[in-house]
C-alpha cells in the first residue's frame, strides 16, 4: 500500500541517520583515549643504522607470474604459485625443486604450507582451494591425490591453514571468507560483511588464537571472531583497494585505532604485500614498482630499498625463524633475503 | 605518476627544458636523461639507484620517451635527449576503445572479419593501430619488424572493410607531415612510437599495464550491499557493539608494543644477527641444527625466550617438555595433557568431534576420572551441559581456565627466581634453570643499533604479549653501550670474562633469568650483582657448557 511504502521510507531514513550518528559517536569515543602518537612514543628509542640486505638465494623455474609463496615450518622450504597454473615446493636453501603440480587453472592467487609440512593447500581463478598431501614416492603423482576444500563463487585470493592440517581459511573475490573442514570438504563458518573482493587474510598470534584480520577492495581491514563469524573490529582508513595501498597503514587492536602510515612521496606504485620482521621492528614491503622497501616501524622512516626484482613485487613474507625473508614477483622469480 | 608528471613540468620548480641537438637536429622543449634523475634525486631526497630506477618506470610507462633510440624506453643518466608525453597518449587517457580487449573480442565472436556489436568502438583504435603502422609499412617499403609485420596483416584482416581508409590516412599523414620541419617530424614519430610500445609491446617485452584479473571494488556491483533496513539495523548493532568494547589508552598500546620491540630484538636474526651465522648468508645450517624443534640442549637465547610469556613456552616443542616435567613434579600433569585434548578438538576434524569430546570426558571430567582436572564447579557445570550438543569450541571455558592455571604455575616457579627471591621459598624448583645450555660464543656482531635501552622492567610486562608480569627487583646494570662484557673499566662489575662459560655474558633487554650456575664462576661472582648469594651453586647444576 501506499501508506506503507511511506512508512518503510520513514523508517530507513530513521535508521540511516541513527546509523550515521551512532559511527561519527563511535569515532569520537576512539578518538578520546588517543593521547599519543607513535613517533612521540618512539623518541626514546634509538634510531636504526644502515641496513645491508642481499638476495641470497634465486628461485628460478616459474615459467610465468609468481603470485604467492609461502613457508614451511621447517624454516627452509616453501611452496610458490604462479600465472600459468603451476604449483612448486622448493628447498629454497638448496634451490631444488621438490614437488611441482599444475593446477587446472591459471592465476593460481593463494597457497599455504601446512603445519606439519606434509601437504599444501592452493587455489585461484577455479573459485576452489584444494588441498595436495605431500609424499615423497618416485614417481609421485601429486594430481592425484587432490582434495578439493572450499568451494567458492568466485577467485580465490587468499588461503592459510589454522593451527592443524585440518581447518583451511580462505578468502575470495566474492567478497566472504570461510573457514573449512579440510578432510570433509565441509564449510564450518562463513565470514560475510566486505563490500567487495576479500585479498588477504591472516591470523591472530593470540595466545586464544580465535581471530584473524582479512583486507579487502573496500578499503576495510576487518577483524573476525572464528568461532562466531562476526566482524568484531573494522578499520577503514585505507584510501583506495588493500592489496595495492600507496601507504602501508599500522593498526593497533587494543587502541582501536591507526596509529602509524609508512609512505613517501618518491613512492607512487602500491605495495602488494607485507610482513614484519620477528621483534616487530622493521615492516619489509614489496612494492607494484619492483622494489622491496624496508620501514622502521617504530620511527616511520623508510630504512632502506632494495633492487632487483625485474617486475612487481606480488607476495612476501618473513621466515618463521626470522632469519630470512622471501619475494616473489611477476618476473617469474622469488628471491631469499638477508 | 601523472601528478609526478605534472609537477616535473611546472614552469618554476619542475625541470629545466632547453633546446636539445639530436645529431644536427635542434628538438625545444627537451631535456636530457641526466636532468631528470637529478631533478628526481633534488625533489624526493633519494638516491641515485633509486631516482634512476623511478625515472626508467616512468619512461617505461610512456610518460617520458626518448629521441635518441626511440625503440628502446630506457632512461639513461646521461645527455640522451627526452620529452614528455603529450596528454593525449597517456595511458589513462581512456579512449572509448581501449578499454576492450583485442583478444577477449576475438573469443566472443569466434570471427576473423571485426566483431559486430563492438566493431564501431574497436575499430577506433584498431584504425589508428592500423594508420600507423600503414605509415610505417608505407615509409619503410615493406620492411617492417617480425611482429609488426605480423600485427599489420592481423588488422588487415579484422578491418578489411576499412582498409582503403587506412592507407588514405596514412599517406595523408605522411604527406602532411613532409611539410613540417624535422624537429617537429622526430618528436611526432617519437611520441607515436612510445605510445604504442606501451601499448602494444613487442612479444617478450613486458607489459606494463597488465593489472592482473579484475578485480572489484564497492563502486561495482558485484558484491550487492543494497542499503536496506536489514544492512542499517546491523550497522547500528555493530557500533553499538563497538562503543561497549573497552578501549585502551594509545600510549599504553604503543608502549607496550616498544617494550615487546626491545623485548624481541636480540632475538630476531634481521636485526641482531644469529650465532654461529645466518645460514641464509653463510650457507653454514648449524643455527638450525642447534635451534631444532626437538634438541637435547637448547640455546640461551631460546630458553630466554620461554621465559618471555606462557605462550612461548608451551608452544615451542622443548618447552612443553619442561612444562610437563615441572608439573609432574607439582602433580598436575594431566592439566597439559587436557589442554592438549582440548587443542585437538578445537583443530581437529570435523568428523571425530563426538569422539574427542567423549575422550576428553572420560579421561578428565567424568567424576571419579583417572586425570581429573581442577576446574571451578561454575566452568564445570557449564562444560558438562554443553557436552550434551558437542562441538569445537565445547572445551574452550574450560581449557582456558586451565590454561591459566599453568600459567601462573609455570611463571610463578620462575618468576620468583627472576625476581631474585630466595629459592628456597619458591614453589619448586622452577622451570627454567635446571635446563643445561648451550650458549654462544661471543656477542652477535649485530646489525645496526641495539638500544642499549633503558633496562626498565623490559619483561613480559609488555602487553598484550605477557602476563601481568612480576618486576624484577632493581634493573641489572646497564651496560655501557658497546662495550664487551669484561669491561671493568667503567667500574660497573659485569660478570668476568676470564671464565669460558658462554653463560657468563649478561642479555641486555629481556629480563633475564639470572644465568644458570657454573661452578667455576663462584669465586668471581660479584656481591653487587645479586641480593643474595647466588642460588645456584649447586654441583647438580649442569656442566658448563660451550
Same mark, same amino acid.
Given at each position: 500500500?501506499?501508506?506503507?511504502?511511506?512508512?518503510?521510507?520513514?523508517?530507513?531514513?530513521?535508521?540511516?541517520?541513527?546509523?550515521?550518528?551512532?559511527?561519527?559517536?563511535?569515532?569520537?569515543?576512539?578518538?578520546?583515549?588517543?593521547?599519543?602518537?607513535?613517533?612521540?612514543?618512539?623518541?626514546?628509542?634509538?634510531?636504526?643504522?644502515?641496513?645491508?640486505?642481499?638476495?641470497?638465494?634465486?628461485?628460478?623455474?616459474?615459467?610465468?607470474?609468481?603470485?604467492?609463496?609461502?613457508?614451511?615450518?621447517?624454516?627452509?622450504?616453501?611452496?610458490?604459485?604462479?600465472?600459468?597454473?603451476?604449483?612448486?615446493?622448493?628447498?629454497?636453501?638448496?634451490?631444488?625443486?621438490?614437488?611441482?603440480?599444475?593446477?587446472?587453472?591459471?592465476?593460481?592467487?593463494?597457497?599455504?604450507?601446512?603445519?606439519?609440512?606434509?601437504?599444501?593447500?592452493?587455489?585461484?581463478?577455479?573459485?576452489?582451494?584444494?588441498?595436495?598431501?605431500?609424499?615423497?614416492?618416485?614417481?609421485?603423482?601429486?594430481?592425484?591425490?587432490?582434495?578439493?576444500?572450499?568451494?567458492?563463487?568466485?577467485?580465490?585470493?587468499?588461503?592459510?591453514?589454522?593451527?592443524?592440517?585440518?581447518?583451511?581459511?580462505?578468502?575470495?573475490?566474492?567478497?566472504?571468507?570461510?573457514?573449512?573442514?579440510?578432510?570433509?570438504?565441509?564449510?564450518?563458518?562463513?565470514?560475510?560483511?566486505?563490500?567487495?573482493?576479500?585479498?588477504?587474510?591472516?591470523?591472530?598470534?593470540?595466545?586464544?588464537?580465535?581471530?584473524?584480520?582479512?583486507?579487502?577492495?573496500?578499503?576495510?581491514?576487518?577483524?573476525?571472531?572464528?568461532?562466531?563469524?562476526?566482524?568484531?573490529?573494522?578499520?577503514?582508513?585505507?584510501?583506495?583497494?588493500?592489496?595495492?595501498?600507496?601507504?602501508?597503514?599500522?593498526?593497533?587492536?587494543?587502541?582501536?585505532?591507526?596509529?602509524?602510515?609508512?609512505?613517501?612521496?618518491?613512492?607512487?606504485?602500491?605495495?602488494?604485500?607485507?610482513?614484519?620482521?620477528?621483534?616487530?621492528?622493521?615492516?619489509?614491503?614489496?612494492?607494484?614498482?619492483?622494489?622491496?622497501?624496508?620501514?622502521?616501524?617504530?620511527?616511520?622512516?623508510?630504512?632502506?630499498?632494495?633492487?632487483?626484482?625485474?617486475?612487481?613485487?606480488?607476495?612476501?613474507?618473513?621466515?618463521?625463524?626470522?632469519?630470512?625473508?622471501?619475494?616473489?614477483?611477476?618476473?617469474?622469480?622469488?628471491?631469499?633475503?638477508? | 605518476?601523472?601528478?609526478?608528471?605534472?609537477?616535473?613540468?611546472?614552469?618554476?620548480?619542475?625541470?629545466?627544458?632547453?633546446?636539445?641537438?639530436?645529431?644536427?637536429?635542434?628538438?625545444?622543449?627537451?631535456?636530457?636523461?641526466?636532468?631528470?634523475?637529478?631533478?628526481?634525486?633534488?625533489?624526493?631526497?633519494?638516491?641515485?639507484?633509486?631516482?634512476?630506477?623511478?625515472?626508467?618506470?616512468?619512461?617505461?610507462?610512456?610518460?617520458?620517451?626518448?629521441?635518441?633510440?626511440?625503440?628502446?624506453?630506457?632512461?639513461?643518466?646521461?645527455?640522451?635527449?627526452?620529452?614528455?608525453?603529450?596528454?593525449?597518449?597517456?595511458?589513462?587517457?581512456?579512449?572509448?576503445?581501449?578499454?576492450?580487449?583485442?583478444?577477449?573480442?576475438?573469443?566472443?565472436?569466434?570471427?576473423?572479419?571485426?566483431?559486430?556489436?563492438?566493431?564501431?568502438?574497436?575499430?577506433?583504435?584498431?584504425?589508428?593501430?592500423?594508420?600507423?603502422?600503414?605509415?610505417?609499412?608505407?615509409?619503410?617499403?615493406?620492411?617492417?619488424?617480425?611482429?609488426?609485420?605480423?600485427?599489420?596483416?592481423?588488422?588487415?584482416?579484422?578491418?578489411?572493410?576499412?582498409?582503403?581508409?587506412?592507407?588514405?590516412?596514412?599517406?595523408?599523414?605522411?604527406?602532411?607531415?613532409?611539410?613540417?620541419?624535422?624537429?617537429?617530424?622526430?618528436?611526432?614519430?617519437?611520441?607515436?612510437?612510445?605510445?604504442?610500445?606501451?601499448?602494444?609491446?613487442?612479444?617478450?617485452?613486458?607489459?606494463?599495464?597488465?593489472?592482473?584479473?579484475?578485480?572489484?571494488?564497492?563502486?561495482?556491483?558485484?558484491?550487492?550491499?543494497?542499503?536496506?533496513?536489514?544492512?542499517?539495523?546491523?550497522?547500528?548493532?555493530?557500533?553499538?557493539?563497538?562503543?561497549?568494547?573497552?578501549?585502551?589508552?594509545?600510549?599504553?598500546?604503543?608502549?607496550?608494543?616498544?617494550?615487546?620491540?626491545?623485548?624481541?630484538?636480540?632475538?630476531?636474526?634481521?636485526?641482531?644477527?644469529?650465532?654461529?651465522?645466518?645460514?641464509?648468508?653463510?650457507?653454514?645450517?648449524?643455527?638450525?641444527?642447534?635451534?631444532?624443534?626437538?634438541?637435547?640442549?637448547?640455546?640461551?637465547?631460546?630458553?630466554?625466550?620461554?621465559?618471555?610469556?606462557?605462550?612461548?613456552?608451551?608452544?615451542?616443542?622443548?618447552?612443553?617438555?619442561?612444562?610437563?616435567?615441572?608439573?609432574?613434579?607439582?602433580?598436575?600433569?594431566?592439566?597439559?595433557?587436557?589442554?592438549?585434548?582440548?587443542?585437538?578438538?578445537?583443530?581437529?576434524?570435523?568428523?571425530?568431534?563426538?569422539?574427542?569430546?567423549?575422550?576428553?570426558?572420560?579421561?578428565?571430567?567424568?567424576?571419579?576420572?583417572?586425570?581429573?582436572?581442577?576446574?571451578?564447579?561454575?566452568?564445570?557445570?557449564?562444560?558438562?551441559?554443553?557436552?550434551?550438543?558437542?562441538?569445537?569450541?565445547?572445551?574452550?571455558?574450560?581449557?582456558?581456565?586451565?590454561?591459566?592455571?599453568?600459567?601462573?604455575?609455570?611463571?610463578?616457579?620462575?618468576?620468583?627466581?627472576?625476581?631474585?627471591?630466595?629459592?628456597?621459598?619458591?614453589?619448586?624448583?622452577?622451570?627454567?634453570?635446571?635446563?643445561?645450555?648451550?650458549?654462544?660464543?661471543?656477542?652477535?656482531?649485530?646489525?645496526?643499533?641495539?638500544?642499549?635501552?633503558?633496562?626498565?622492567?623490559?619483561?613480559?610486562?609488555?602487553?598484550?604479549?605477557?602476563?601481568?608480569?612480576?618486576?624484577?627487583?632493581?634493573?641489572?646494570?646497564?651496560?655501557?653501550?658497546?662495550?664487551?662484557?669484561?669491561?671493568?673499566?667503567?667500574?660497573? %662489575?659485569? &660478570?668476568? *670474562?676470564?671464565?669460558?662459560? @658462554?653463560? $657468563?655474558?649478561?642479555? +641486555?633487554?629481556?629480563? #633475564?633469568?639470572? /644465568?644458570? %650456575?657454573? &661452578?667455576? *664462576?663462584?669465586?668471581?661472582? @660479584?656481591? $653487587?650483582?645479586?641480593? +643474595?648469594?647466588?642460588? #645456584?651453586?649447586? /654441583?647438580?647444576?649442569? &656442566?658448563? *657448557?660451550?
Amino acid at each position: 500500500m501506499a501508506t506503507e511504502g511511506l512508512h518503510e521510507n520513514e523508517t530507513l531514513a530513521s535508521l540511516k541517520s541513527e546509523a550515521e550518528s551512532l559511527k561519527g559517536k563511535l569515532e569520537e569515543e576512539r578518538a578520546k583515549l588517543h593521547d599519543v602518537e607513535l613517533h612521540q612514543v618512539a623518541e626514546r628509542v634509538e634510531a636504526l643504522g644502515q641496513f645491508v640486505m642481499k638476495t641470497r638465494r634465486t628461485l628460478k623455474g616459474h615459467g610465468n607470474k609468481v603470485l604467492c609463496m609461502d613457508w614451511c615450518k621447517d624454516k627452509r622450504r616453501i611452496v610458490s604459485s604462479s600465472q600459468d597454473g603451476k604449483v612448486i615446493v622448493w628447498d629454497s636453501f638448496t634451490t631444488n625443486k621438490e614437488h611441482a603440480v599444475t593446477m587446472p587453472c591459471t592465476w593460481v592467487m593463494a597457497c599455504a604450507y601446512a603445519p606439519s609440512g606434509c601437504a599444501i593447500a592452493c587455489g585461484g581463478l577455479d573459485n576452489k582451494c584444494s588441498v595436495y598431501p605431500l609424499t615423497f614416492e618416485k614417481n609421485e603423482n601429486m594430481a592425484a591425490k587432490k582434495k578439493s576444500v572450499a568451494m567458492h563463487t568466485n577467485y580465490l585470493s587468499a588461503c592459510s591453514f589454522t593451527n592443524s592440517d585440518m581447518q583451511i581459511l580462505t578468502a575470495s573475490g566474492d567478497g566472504t571468507c570461510a573457514l573449512w573442514d579440510v578432510e570433509s570438504g565441509q564449510l564450518l563458518q562463513s565470514f560475510h560483511g566486505h563490500g567487495a573482493d576479500v585479498l588477504c587474510l591472516d591470523l591472530a598470534p593470540s595466545e586464544t588464537g580465535n581471530t584473524f584480520v582479512s583486507g579487502g577492495c573496500d578499503k576495510k581491514a576487518m577483524v573476525w571472531d572464528m568461532r562466531s563469524g562476526q566482524c568484531v573490529q573494522s578499520f577503514e582508513t585505507h584510501d583506495s583497494d588493500i592489496n595495492s595501498v600507496r601507504s602501508c597503514r599500522l593498526y593497533d587492536l587494543r587502541a582501536d585505532r591507526e596509529v602509524a602510515i609508512y609512505s613517501k612521496e618518491s613512492i607512487i606504485f602500491g605495495a602488494s604485500s607485507v610482513d614484519f620482521s620477528l621483534s616487530g621492528r622493521l615492516l619489509f614491503a614489496g612494492y607494484n614498482d619492483y622494489t622491496i622497501n624496508v620501514w622502521d616501524v617504530l620511527k616511520g622512516s623508510r630504512v632502506s630499498i632494495l633492487f632487483g626484482h625485474e617486475n612487481r613485487v606480488s607476495t612476501l613474507r618473513v621466515s618463521p625463524d626470522g632469519t630470512a625473508f622471501c619475494s616473489g614477483s611477476w618476473d617469474h622469480t622469488l628471491r631469499i633475503w638477508a | 605518476m601523472e601528478r609526478m608528471i605534472v609537477s616535473m613540468q611546472d614552469p618554476d620548480m619542475g625541470i629545466k627544458m632547453r633546446n636539445q641537438r639530436l645529431l644536427i637536429t635542434v628538438i625545444p622543449h627537451a631535456m636530457t636523461g641526466n636532468d631528470i634523475v637529478e631533478w628526481l634525486i633534488q625533489k624526493y631526497g633519494i638516491s641515485e639507484e633509486e631516482s634512476l630506477h623511478l625515472g626508467n618506470l616512468i619512461v617505461k610507462h610512456g610518460y617520458i620517451y626518448p629521441l635518441k633510440d626511440p625503440r628502446s624506453l630506457v632512461l639513461r643518466a646521461d645527455e640522451s635527449p627526452y620529452r614528455f608525453q603529450t596528454p593525449y597518449f597517456w595511458t589513462s587517457t581512456k579512449w572509448p576503445a581501449t578499454e576492450l580487449d583485442y583478444g577477449r573480442c576475438h573469443r566472443a565472436t569466434g570471427t576473423d572479419t571485426g566483431c559486430h556489436p563492438f566493431a564501431a568502438t574497436l575499430s577506433a583504435t584498431a584504425s589508428l593501430a592500423a594508420i600507423y603502422l600503414a605509415k610505417k609499412n608505407i615509409r619503410k617499403q615493406g620492411d617492417l619488424i617480425e611482429h609488426e609485420k605480423d600485427n599489420y596483416n592481423l588488422l588487415h584482416k579484422r578491418i578489411n572493410h576499412t582498409w582503403d581508409f587506412v592507407v588514405m590516412q596514412a599517406r595523408e599523414q605522411l604527406r602532411a607531415a613532409k611539410q613540417r620541419r624535422k624537429g617537429d617530424r622526430i618528436v611526432i614519430d617519437c611520441q607515436e612510437q612510445a605510445y604504442w610500445l606501451v601499448n602494444r609491446p613487442p612479444p617478450g617485452a613486458p607489459n606494463v599495464l597488465e593489472q592482473g584479473p579484475e578485480r572489484r571494488n564497492c563502486h561495482t556491483t558485484r558484491v550487492q550491499l543494497t542499503k536496506n533496513m536489514d544492512y542499517y539495523k546491523r550497522e547500528i548493532e555493530y557500533c553499538r557493539k563497538a562503543m561497549a568494547r573497552t578501549r585502551v589508552k594509545s600510549s599504553i598500546c604503543l608502549e607496550g608494543y616498544i617494550k615487546f620491540n626491545e623485548q624481541y630484538v636480540p632475538h630476531d636474526p634481521i636485526m641482531s644477527g644469529c650465532l654461529p651465522s645466518n645460514p641464509w648468508i653463510t650457507d653454514d645450517t648449524t643455527y638450525w641444527a642447534m635451534n631444532a624443534p626437538t634438541v637435547t640442549i637448547p640455546t640461551k637465547l631460546r630458553v630466554e625466550r620461554w621465559g618471555f610469556n606462557f605462550s612461548e613456552l608451551i608452544n615451542d616443542p622443548l618447552g612443553r617438555t619442561q612444562l610437563l616435567e615441572f608439573l609432574k613434579k607439582e602433580f598436575s600433569a594431566e592439566n597439559l595433557s587436557f589442554w592438549e585434548a582440548c587443542e585437538e578438538l578445537r583443530y581437529g576434524e570435523q568428523s571425530r568431534i563426538s569422539e574427542i569430546v567423549d575422550s576428553i570426558y572420560q579421561q578428565f571430567l567424568a567424576p571419579g576420572a583417572t586425570r581429573w582436572v581442577n576446574i571451578d564447579s561454575k566452568t564445570m557445570e557449564r562444560t558438562l551441559e554443553g557436552i550434551k550438543t558437542p562441538h569445537r569450541y565445547v572445551m574452550d571455558d574450560a581449557q582456558m581456565h586451565i590454561y591459566m592455571l599453568m600459567k601462573k604455575v609455570g611463571e610463578g616457579g620462575a618468576g620468583q627466581r627472576r625476581a631474585g627471591q630466595d629459592p628456597d621459598v619458591s614453589a619448586g624448583p622452577g622451570l627454567l634453570p635446571t635446563v643445561p645450555q648451550v650458549g654462544p660464543l661471543q656477542e652477535p656482531a649485530g646489525r645496526g643499533h641495539h638500544s642499549p635501552g633503558d633496562q626498565e622492567a623490559v619483561r613480559a610486562g609488555a602487553e598484550p604479549w605477557g602476563p601481568p608480569g612480576v618486576v624484577p627487583a632493581g634493573s641489572d646494570p646497564v651496560l655501557p653501550a658497546g662495550s664487551s662484557p669484561s669491561c671493568a673499566s667503567s667500574g660497573i %662489575p659485569a &660478570p668476568a *670474562r676470564p671464565c669460558c662459560c @658462554p653463560r $657468563a655474558m649478561p642479555r +641486555r633487554g629481556a629480563g #633475564a633469568l639470572p /644465568p644458570p %650456575p657454573c &661452578p667455576r *664462576r663462584r669465586a668471581e661472582s @660479584p656481591p $653487587a650483582l645479586r641480593e +643474595r648469594p647466588d642460588p #645456584a651453586h649447586s /654441583p647438580a647444576a649442569g &656442566p658448563c *657448557r660451550q
